[in-house]
């Protein structure tokens, strides 16, 4: 299984009583350590966290564990209360929509992250009545350094969740079984996308496959599972190639998935390439998001780009892609079907299925008109002269 690289992590400072303290700053969103920290407990309350936070001023927890964590609750309803008081109040375009959706969303994440714990040095949490967070902060973060560290508690809370969705695993039943997904790989919960996998029709030959961008390798565990022998799946984040390699471990799927780092394609053609890649050409904040948002489209072109070299005689490509994009005014339909056309290929056929997320139903949620009239689509793509 591929290891996490080692990073050195910047110091944060604060002062106790009259000493200047530091520790490590962790960030999955590359956050710099801040500035203004200031040492609190129980005595602090809901109005008066706000008022630090949103001057720009941390606060490092020395108090309850189970009493932060309400804390933040009370932090989190005051924000979401504050985005809906703040709506638009006069009708934006979609993209405009979009656009003030991630700036609040932005603001409520800046905010929230004000909000931080210490860790011992081996991932242990120095407060009353906490948790035990040493594994879940293992498989997020690698083997402790020995340095104590601080952390906001809002990422903390989503190590652990993750390690509860790791142990637990998601059902899939087109590959028999389940997947894990690790802390910052994105966890397969949509299942629309799962389905028109499973279902549409595999090329007369396929042999071998490639699943570009594999993440927890859902995807090619689909395929082996619908006898595909060989499969080779590539991607450039090192969690994500952990992820799918224990996910096709636990599976029993070895014998026909290679798991290889590779930035999109690895060598040689295949009969089948797969790729599911960010459906929002917006930039990401957080790990996590790269799924989710893709620059410019940068890994949707360079995909449609290199496809029609990597496929063998006769071969398909399958694009996954939602058309949330399109709907939210971040980029055209002529313009997808212009990348197609350039990349040299033609389109055989589209599956479209409607998204069954809870979002699409939920009228309060800001982009909800997109969401709700959103489809998800498997484009059969081939090369042009064939």
Same mark, same amino acid.
């Given at each position: ?92 375009? *979609? ?182 890649? *960010? ?108």
């Amino acid at each position: 299984m591929p290891a996490m690289t080692a990073i050195t992590l910047p110091e944060i400072a604060w002062l106790d009583g009259n000493r200047t303290k530091t520790a490590r700053w962790r960030s999955e969103a590359g956050l710099p350590p801040h500035g203004k920290v200031l040492v609190v407990d129980d005595r602090l309350g809901v109005d008066a966290a706000w008022k630090m936070a949103t001057e720009g001023t941390a606060m490092l927890w020395r108090g309850d564990w189970q009493t932060v964590r309400h804390l933040l609750q009370g932090l989190s309803r005051r924000a979401d209360r504050l985005v809906r008081a703040n709506g638009p109040k006069t009708v934006l375009s *979609p993209a405009e929509t979009f656009e003030l959706h991630r700036r609040s969303q932005g603001i409520r994440a800046q905010t929230l992250g004000m909000l931080l714990v210490p860790l011992d040095a081996d991932y242990g949490i120095p407060l009353r009545r906490a948790q035990d967070v040493r594994q879940a902060c293992i498989e997020a973060y690698g083997t402790p350094s020995g340095e104590n560290s601080v952390v906001s508690l809002r990422e903390l809370l989503a190590v652990v969740s993750a390690h509860e969705w790791r142990k637990k695993g998601i059902p899939v039943p087109a590959v028999e079984g389940r997947i894990y997904p690790h802390f910052g790989v994105f966890s397969p919960v949509r299942g629309e996308y799962v389905d028109l996998v499973a279902r549409a029709p595999l090329p007369a030959s396929c042999e071998l496959a490639f699943d570009i961008g594999t993440g927890s390798g859902i995807i090619a565990a689909i395929l082996a599972r619908r006898g595909v022998k060989q499969l080779v799946a590539t991607d450039t984040d090192e969690r994500a190639l952990a992820c799918a390699s224990e996910n096709v471990e636990k599976l029993g799927l070895t014998a026909a998935v290679r798991i290889a780092k590779a930035d999109l394609f690895p060598e040689g053609q295949a009969n089948l390439i797969v790729c599911n890649p *960010p459906w929002l050409p917006a930039r990401p904040t957080s790990p996590v998001e790269y799924a989710v948002y893709d620059p410019d489209s940068r890994m949707l072109r360079g995909f449609l780009r290199g496809l029609a070299s990597h496929l063998a005689a006769e071969g398909e490509g399958w694009l996954i892609i939602s058309d949330i994009a399109e709907l939210l005014g971040l980029r055209s339909r002529q313009e997808l079907l212009g990348w197609i056309k350039m990349g040299g290929l033609k389109v055989i056929e589209r599956l479209d299925t409607r998204p069954k997320h809870s979002k699409a139903q939920d009228a309060s949620d800001a982009l909800h008109a997109a969401r709700a009239a959103e489809v998800t689509s498997l484009w059969r793509l081939c090369r042009a002269g064939e």
